[in-house]
């Protein structure tokens, strides 16, 4: 895998006034990473996300995808060039399908626009690639369901192929199996752990048996700074990181390596 840098944050502050939600947060992503962040509630883990999607401007600091300045562009000027994300909260067309859903993306990302549903069937290139996602996050069988009518761990599914349908040079996953009965999880994860080995990924979760299975590197976020950073045996073994996760009882304590 190469070592190259694909996404770095520098020095990320955000303030609300007086409250500091990142303080100086450092985090670099290298090409083909399988990389999470966690942290307690309230770490400042999705005011970073938002930060490096365009969704906040920074206070202070410096965002870099593939070499190039986009501290300062729109979120979908950042999809354009490739930082797509999921939600941590599930956000669909309820009244369409995933055929339906999937053929608009994909006709969106190609600058096709508004033009999706009469080439819907006519656009061979447009059908195959939506097809092939449906297959490849396991929605065949629920490919012509409204979304409001799918299981949800279908839906969350159904999220992370749109992101794939743009074309992600970095995915940031906002905690897929939030909400996720445990009987519909298995899919999802095992989808997860099949993502293509050429997109990075960065993970935002509180589930630590999908971090520790998934992640080969780690960040921990505490009181909006990092703590400390490492593999996941480093930081399963770390004690500042057990003392962090003892303390907050809403959280998930970390397990042993």
Same mark, same amino acid.
């Given at each position: ?52 999607? @365009? ?5 202070? @600091? &410096? ?18 060039? @490739? ?26 990302? &190609? ?9 819907? @069937? ?25 979304? &409001? ?5 279908? &839906? ?17 996953? *906002? ?23 050429? =997109? ?6 509180? *589930? ?35 003392? =962090? ?13």
């Amino acid at each position: 895998m190469s070592s190259a840098i694909v996404l770095s944050a520098q020095g990320l502050v955000k303030k609300f006034g007086g409250i500091v939600a990142t303080q100086n947060v450092d985090l670099q992503l290298s090409a083909g990473a399988r990389h999470a962040l966690i942290g307690p509630n309230g770490a400042g883990k999705t005011t970073l996300i938002n930060l490096l999607t @365009g969704v906040l401007p920074p206070t202070a @600091g &410096r965002i870099t995808l593939e070499g190039q300045d986009i501290s300062h562009l729109s979120p979908h000027e950042r999809v354009r060039r @490739g930082l797509v994300r999921t939600f941590q909260i599930n956000q669909l067309f309820d009244s369409m399908t995933p055929l339906e859903t999937l053929a608009l993306v994909v006709s969106q990302h &190609r600058g096709q626009g508004g033009f999706w549903w009469s080439r819907l @069937g006519q656009d061979t290139q447009v059908s195959q690639r939506a097809e092939d996602l449906l297959t490849q996050f396991h929605l065949e069988d629920v490919m012509h369901q409204t979304t &409001r009518e799918m299981p949800y761990g279908k &839906r969350r599914l159904l999220e992370i192929a749109i992101a794939l349908a743009c074309e992600p040079r970095v995915l940031l996953l *906002d905690e897929p199996v939030a909400g996720v009965p445990a009987g519909e999880r298995e899919e999802l994860l095992a989808t997860v752990a099949a993502l293509p080995s050429d =997109v990075s990924v960065l993970l935002i979760e509180h *589930d630590m048996d999908l971090v520790f299975s998934f992640a080969r590197r780690m960040t921990v976020l505490v009181n909006g700074a990092v703590l400390t950073e490492g593999t996941p045996e480093e930081i399963a073994n770390d004690p500042r990181v057990r003392d =962090v996760y003892l303390g907050h009882a809403e959280s998930q304590a970390v397990p042993h390596g």
